[in-house]
């Protein structure tokens, strides 16, 4: 076992696998830029190193700078958290050569799914279904029309190195095509250096069903059942919640089982997120594998009970996965709200800054993910969620009553939050039936 590992984020989710290690009585690293100098959260680690400016490029993101804190500190391992270096083949093989262990897959499983276009080919191998699409990359205007009149319109162009939604652009007719996709490739070669992009069919009002997985080095593989993550904005999304609403039992299992599937075929270990469209007839599509831990994980640990951050160290220790599928149980429901430092009544403007009042909700079944805390000062270099509020309750609308009570408890004050719109979303009725799909909350709260 690790005795000591490295931290390559920041923020909550640094905080997230500091707590982890310390219950596994592993010390722990942190770095930090200039920016989150100070910060409270790096004095809960053994040792706290600066790796740089704010900007992410100098920093979090420089992994000669990340390598010297790995041997300044002297780790055997780095938990690359979510975003920043965590989808990065690359660093993961500078890591291995370095004989640190990266906390994820192979480096041979994230080129193998990194990459939405070779993982779409991957998942038909797998017999997985995916979105109808082009048959590989789209290298000219003229194939992209042709394309689009093959499958009828509308089409998405979509980045084949995206994330975060980002090199996404809707196409319902010629015009909107020639512009968006030009307008992907620009973006998506700014954003990853990568301008390649394909073309899928774009499936009206669909549900966003992702599919938690767990796997050993030992060919051991478990699925953790579904989060329903449909309400997004801007294909970012704000809520997630398991189980999943009106989803039939038997579309469940094989929408898991097609995960399963296709984490074997790409030979994946560690923890993983398979993700699908589901559209309004419950036919589910392949839509990316999200190789690494993502920020709604706790979602699925309320209702598991498994620790993911603990199980994805200690799988990258070599150990054994301690359950089988069959061990594994759903109880109850659990709702994530993304509490961001942004302004909903003014178009999600970013507001960071200094938070002056910060009381945080409490009680049974609320569970708080955050690194803020009052007198912190949320800079304004990075994300801009502050905290991940959560509840756990025996049904979905207990869980819906919880978070009302929790959001309402939650006071902050000198930054704006996303509170108000949680607030209104829980309130509503479309999503209190669980009648909403991926466009819902751009349908019901875009400004005239
Ligand atoms: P990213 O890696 O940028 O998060 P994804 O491929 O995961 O991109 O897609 C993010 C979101 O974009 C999905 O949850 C969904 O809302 C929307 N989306 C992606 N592909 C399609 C599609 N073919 N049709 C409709 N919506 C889509």
């Not at 080919?121 to 000219?140: D, F, H, N, Y």
């Not at 898991?256 to 994946?268: F, N, S, T």
Request: aromatic share 6%.
């Amino acid at each position: 076992m690790f005795q000591r590992i490295l931290v390559a984020n920041r923020g909550e989710i640094a905080l997230r696998v500091i707590r982890a290690c310390r219950d596994l009585g592993i010390e722990v690293v942190a770095v930090f830029s200039e920016a989150d100098r100070g910060a409270p959260y790096l004095e809960l680690a053994d040792q706290a190193i600066c790796i740089g400016p704010a900007n992410s490029a100098e920093s979090y993101l420089k992994i000669p700078r990340i390598m010297s804190a790995a041997e300044v500190g002297n780790v055997q391992a780095i938990h690359p958290g979510f975003g920043f270096l965590s989808e990065n083949a690359h660093f993961a093989e500078v890591c291995r050569a370095c004989k640190i262990e990266f906390i994820g897959p192979s480096e041979d499983a994230m080129r193998r799914l990194g990459n939405k276009n070779e993982a779409r080919k991957l998942a038909v191998k797998a017999g997985v279904p995916v979105v109808p699409g082009s048959e590989g990359l789209i290298t000219s205007e003229s194939q992209a029309l042709g394309v689009a009149h093959d499958m009828g319109y509308p089409v998405l162009v979509k980045a084949a190195a995206g994330g975060g939604g980002r090199g996404m652009r809707v196409a319902r007719d010629d015009a909107s095509l020639k512009t968006g996709l030009v307008a992907a490739q620009q973006e998506a070669e700014a954003a990853f250096k990568d301008g390649s992009v394909y073309i899928e069919k774009y499936i009206e009002r669909p549900r966003h069903i992702e599919i938690q997985l767990l796997g050993d080095k030992h060919g051991n593989f478990v699925h953790l059942f579904e989060r329903d993550c449909s309400l997004q904005r801007r294909h970012q999304k704000l809520v997630e919640e398991s189980a999943a609403t009106n989803l039939p039992a038997e579309v469940r299992q094989r929408i898991c089982d097609a995960a399963v599937r296709l984490a074997k075929e790409a030979g994946y270990y560690n923890a993983g997120t398979c993700e699908f469209l589901l559209d309004k007839d419950n036919n589910f599509y392949f839509i990316e594998v999200n190789a690494r831990i993502q920020v709604e994980h706790p979602v699925t640990e309320l209702v598991t009970g498994v620790d993911l951050i603990r199980q994805q160290i200690l799988i990258a220790a070599g150990e054994k996965l301690p359950f089988k599928q069959k061990d594994l149980h759903h109880r109850g429901h659990a709702i994530e709200c993304r509490i961001n430092a942004e302004d909903p009544a003014n178009n999600f403007r970013a507001t960071p800054g200094l938070i002056t009042r910060w009381q945080a909700p409490g009680g049974l079944g609320v569970r708080l993910d955050t690194h803020a805390c009052q007198g912190y000062r949320v800079p304004p270099n990075y994300d801009s969620m502050v905290a991940k509020l959560l509840v756990h309750q025996p049904t979905r609308l207990e869980a819906i009553a919880c978070m009302k009570r929790a959001l309402r408890e939650f006071v902050i004050e000198g930054i704006k939050t996303t509170i108000p719109i949680h607030l209104d979303i829980m309130s509503h009725p479309a999503f209190i039936s669980g009648n909403v799909d991926t466009t819902f909350i751009e349908r019901t709260w875009s400004r005239p």
